[in-house]
């Protein structure tokens, strides 16, 4: 029973370990990349225009389609 052991967690390593690896090429479908996913804008005047512009992009090998864009507040 010790034997078989380490043949397991060998066996467990190389086909748990290959399962999991999926390169890009593998994957189907638009991967959205954000630099930065928060922007606060401290205290604002009112009357005054606040804006930020979030840079996105996709590294899928689909086209991304963003359909709604929402704030916390």
Request: include cysteine; aromatic fraction near 14%.
């Amino acid at each position: 029973m010790k034997k078989s052991c380490p043949a397991s967690l060998i066996y467990f390593f190389l086909f748990g370990l290959w399962g999991g690896w999926v390169s890009a090429e593998e994957y189907k479908g638009p991967i959205m990349l954000l630099e930065e996913r928060v922007f606060d804008f401290h205290e604002v005047t009112q009357g005054v225009v606040a804006k930020h512009a979030f840079r996105v992009s996709n590294r899928g090998n689909q086209i991304l389609k963003i359909k709604k864009v929402t704030s916390p507040g």
